[in-house]
């Protein structure tokens, strides 16, 4: 009986790969690619994005690869093949690669403290600094919290914002959570360095990029040295608009590439396929399945808000991937996202099909919307329309923040003033770990500046509370508190939330 049981179940799983396969190939011949292609334009035309790029391989070729729209809203210079794009936080699967070629060399072990290579390595917790690995460096569990302030508010040098990362006190238990983390994975660029005798921007030039014959991809936006190179935007007011693009190079490896359409299909076909390549493989099949192995569980704070559509039953971090299962299969992806500018890399190695898109509008998730779609018609099945679906998704969390903030201005008490005179609350406010703002008034109205955010005006909210209305809008808004000492003069200003000590 239980043989029969076998049988049957054996019969019906072939029969349904059997339809499935035929189903694909009836899809085919009536033109996938037309379908993709409309969804696409459609999906571009709903998110206002100015500019996108994307391409689908699948079975080791590339089956649909497209431009829209223009590199700048001031120009409108259309998108081509070589137009650079921001891989941003999708670069950090090509530094954990760089890694695992090292580790194959037998250069450095994943299991390596950090200290070994890197002996001025501090964390504020002796014991964490002491026990770091070097495939910690990859997982965001090391209980540090995010520390992006550390290139967000300063102009500090690479060295100095490691330098900094020992006085950051730990937001949780080493290894028991998860924080998504840059910094480390600067780190691990400086382990690479101190390994190769390279630094991190050379090396995956060296040993990822030319043996793929990416020969339109940098490793830095400083050394970009053309002008085909899309712009950043930003949805401000409800209309978007071009930005002061940002920079990633002083922490090159956890986001700093740039690449084109036609490179990064490249990357897709390699990463797909174990690493291989035309000519040979940049890691051993060992060390491609150790840098998708699923490495520490994400918390659902931690994970996209997709999630809440596509449902996973896992939701977990490799190597430089997010991971969740979709339709039965473990996907493999990763956005990317620096101010104005987007990337996502999903991935099915199981089915040989992976997914690159580029765009240059700050957080327009038609990106998920479209690594999704692909997966459905391209490998798994299925017709949702999940840019419709993420549309009315974030357009609901922009809802629920729209109405926080309301909420928050209802409960301002009116017709209160400042405890002093304006002039009072002048000067320089400054945090060793976090950085500077410094006030003043000009024309009667009080100014902040910061070496990175800018300059903006205070409005009085009540009482010795401000907010910041920043110049540069695309930076929004920051609450700002005044605090008095026991003799009645203003030492303190919290900055949403950062302690700022009046230095002068």
């Not at 694909?24 to 334009?41: R, V």
């Not at 991937?321 to 996907?331: P, V």
């Not at 104005?340 to 990106?367: C, M, S, W």
Request: glycine residues 8%.
């Amino acid at each position: 009986m239980k043989n029969l049981l076998q049988l049957s179940l054996i019969s019906f799983l072939l029969m349904s790969n059997s339809l499935f396969a035929q189903s694909t190939k009836q899809k085919n011949n009536l033109d996938i690619n037309a379908e993709f292609d409309s969804y696409a334009q459609k999906a571009v035309k709903d998110w206002n994005i100015p500019g996108l790029a994307i391409v689908v391989v699948k079975n080791n070729q590339v089956v649909f690869k497209k431009t829209y729209g223009v590199k700048s809203l001031q120009t409108n210079a259309p998108v081509n093949n070589d137009t650079y794009f921001a891989c941003a936080s999708t670069t950090k699967a090509m530094t954990a690669t760089a890694m695992g070629i090292l580790v194959d060399q037998g250069k450095v072990n994943w299991d390596d403290p950090v200290i070994k290579y890197l002996p001025g390595f501090r964390l504020y917790e002796p014991y964490v600094t002491t026990q770091m690995r070097v495939r910690d460096l990859f997982l965001h569990n090391s209980g540090v919290g995010n520390t992006d302030f550390l290139w967000g508010m300063n102009i500090l040098t690479g060295d100095e914002i490691i330098d900094k990362m020992q006085y950051v006190q730990p937001s949780y238990s080493f290894r028991s959570s998860f924080i998504y983390q840059n910094i480390f994975y600067h780190i691990a660029g400086k382990v690479i360095e101190k390994v190769s005798g390279e630094t991190w921007a050379d090396y995956v030039t060296a040993h990822i990029f030319k043996p793929l014959g990416m020969k339109r991809t940098v490793p830095l936006l400083s050394r970009i040295m053309d002008d085909n190179i899309s712009q950043a935007h930003y949805t401000i007011d409800g209309k978007v608009e071009r930005i002061v693009r940002d920079t990633a190079d002083r922490v090159g490896a956890a986001g700093s590439v740039y690449s084109t359409i036609d490179d990064i299909s490249l990357w897709v076909k390699c990463m797909i396929d174990s690493s291989k390549y035309e000519g040979g493989r940049l890691v051993s099949a060992e060390t491609w399945k150790t840098l998708l192995k699923p490495q520490t569980f994400v918390t659902e704070d931690g994970f996209y808000p997709t999630a809440q559509l596509t449902k996973p039953n896992f939701t977990t971090y490799a190597l430089g991937w997010f991971q969740q299962d979709y339709k039965g299969q473990k996907l493999n992806f990763h956005t990317g996202s620096l101010a104005g500018e987007i990337a996502i890399h999903g991935q099915i190695p199981a089915l040989k099909t992976g997914v690159y898109v580029f765009a240059n509008l700050d957080h327009a998730e038609a990106r998920h919307a479209l690594m999704f779609k692909a997966m459905d018609m391209y490998a798994v099945g299925g017709d949702t329309d999940w840019s419709t679906e993420f549309l009315k998704l974030y357009g609901g969390i922009q809802a629920k923040a729209k109405k926080a903030e309301q909420e928050q201005e209802a409960q301002r008490v009116l017709n209160t003033k400042p405890s002093l005179a304006l002039e009072a609350y002048t000067g320089i406010y400054n945090d060793p770990l976090y950085g500077t703002v410094t006030i003043t008034l000009n024309n009667g109205v009080l100014q902040a500046s910061n070496i990175k955010l800018g300059r903006g005006n205070l409005v009085h909210f009540n009482y010795d509370t401000f907010t910041i209305e920043w110049n540069q809008e695309w930076q929004g808004k920051t609450g700002a508190q005044f605090f008095m000492s026991p003799l009645g003069k203003i030492d303190k200003l919290d900055f949403d939330g950062i302690q700022l000590t009046k230095t002068k």
